[in-house]
């Protein structure tokens, strides 16, 4: 588990305590810092602490800020790695920090979750003048009641990037990667912009939409080594998150992904994946399970095809951005397209056992816990049913 927050003015120290109760926080971890600058912008002391040997399904308390201002929170660790073992991912992306992140926030916390699975776009910051970095510290603030208290798995999207050529800022994801650690070292990835992580029954792999992903790349070796790694009997659930979608049947960055798909859509049907989840469109689309690998550019066939072995792809860049709801789908909605709807919300995907897991989402403007489009999903491994309609 990684711990980082944020000490504004002064160093202070990066020790975290934790332990099974708040006043018996008996382990001690040292920590390290770092910051960064963006243009006219001076982070604070941004502080990252590994906190390791943690038992499985155990909940911790842990404090920081020793010798200025203690805060005190918790989480619980994921069970250990089971095919049967159940588990509760919330799906968000492109959340940003508006009135309607607010209510996402304020449904998803309201539906629950063990864990949240975050397809890109954090803070926005690149959107206000000067990529005002201040919005990464509100962020921060904005999103703790969640982060704080449970895992959240970070996908890279276009807003992280912050590449400014104009201000002098040419290094790439700078804001994110010095707030943000993933844990790719563990995953054998070079980089932190794509990995994997083990969670009950989930093996979710993290890909990155704006990092290089040709033939012969650090991202394709590794995610080609990667879904060898797989193992169905213990985590029979294969997650994929990326943030610019596969399949979008929105007018707004419509084919972004096309060049990703067309890389790396054989492999996942291959490898029999369950569920692809993307943000970027800011809109809700789930798919059917299709499937768009017959074409070899003589043969004419380039229409997506129902496909039993495939995953589902999901849209759910509908979080709250800053930029409005993508409200132009093309038309006639096209067969591999299940559900679509431009409104804010987010999703939950609760997984039984290795058959059986539910999604649902959730729009905003309704109660939090009515669910607007839901679905049963079965398991592409262990029972390939026909399962992707209502």
């Not at 382990?27 to 499985?56: M, P, Q």
């Not at 996402?104 to 776009?121: I, P, Q």
């Not at 943030?243 to 979008?248: M, Q």
């Not at 039993?308 to 860049?317: C, D, E, N």
Request: glycine fraction near 8%; proline fraction near 6%.
């Amino acid at each position: 588990m990684i711990v980082s927050w944020v000490t504004p003015n002064e160093l202070g120290n990066s020790t975290v305590m934790y332990g099974g109760a708040p006043d018996k926080l008996e382990l001690r971890a040292e920590g390290v810092h770092t910051r960064y600058d963006y243009f006219n912008y001076t982070s604070g002391f941004i502080h990252h602490c590994f906190l390791k040997n943690l038992k499985h399904r155990t909940k911790y308390y842990y404090a920081m800020g020793f010798g200025h201002t203690v805060r005190t929170f918790w989480f619980t660790t994921p069970p250990k790695p089971g095919p049967d073992v159940p588990y509760k991912f919330g799906l968000i992306g492109d959340l940003g920090q508006t009135f309607d992140s607010n209510i996402t926030l304020s449904h998803y916390e309201e539906n629950g979750g063990d864990a949240v699975l975050f397809v890109g776009d954090l803070s926005y910051a690149d959107n206000h003048p000067l990529h005002d970095n201040n919005r990464w510290d509100t962020w921060g603030r904005f999103a703790e009641r969640s982060v704080a208290y449970q895992p959240w798995i970070w996908t890279a999207g276009n807003h992280e990037l912050d590449f400014a050529p104009e201000l002098g800022e040419t290094a790439p994801f700078k804001p994110f990667t010095h707030r943000y650690p993933t844990p790719h070292r563990a995953a054998g990835s070079t980089e932190p912009f794509w990995y994997s992580v083990r969670m009950a029954s989930a093996h979710v792999i993290v890909l990155a939409s704006y990092s290089a992903y040709g033939k012969y790349t650090p991202q394709w070796a590794w995610l080609q080594d990667e879904l060898a790694r797989v193992d169905r009997k213990v985590t029979p659930w294969l997650i994929v998150l990326m943030h610019s979608p596969w399949y979008n049947s929105n007018s707004y960055h419509y084919m972004e992904g096309e060049t990703m798909r067309v890389q790396f859509e054989r492999w996942l049907v291959d490898a029999r994946a369950d569920l692809v989840l993307a943000g970027h469109v800011h809109s809700y689309e789930r798919s059917h399970r299709v499937s768009n690998v017959a074409y070899d550019i003589i043969n004419g066939k380039s229409t997506p095809a129902r496909d039993a072995a495939a995953p589902v792809y999901v849209t759910i860049g509908d979080g709250g951005n800053i930029e409005g709801i993508a409200d132009n789908f093309t038309q006639p909605q096209p067969s591999y397209s299940a559900f679509r709807e431009a409104s804010f919300g987010h999703a939950t995907l609760e997984i039984k056992n290795r058959t059986h897991a539910y999604y649902a989402w959730h729009r905003n403007q309704d109660g939090a816990k009515v669910v607007a489009d839901g679905v049963w999903l079965t398991n592409r491994y262990w029972l390939p049913t026909q399962d992707d309609t209502n």
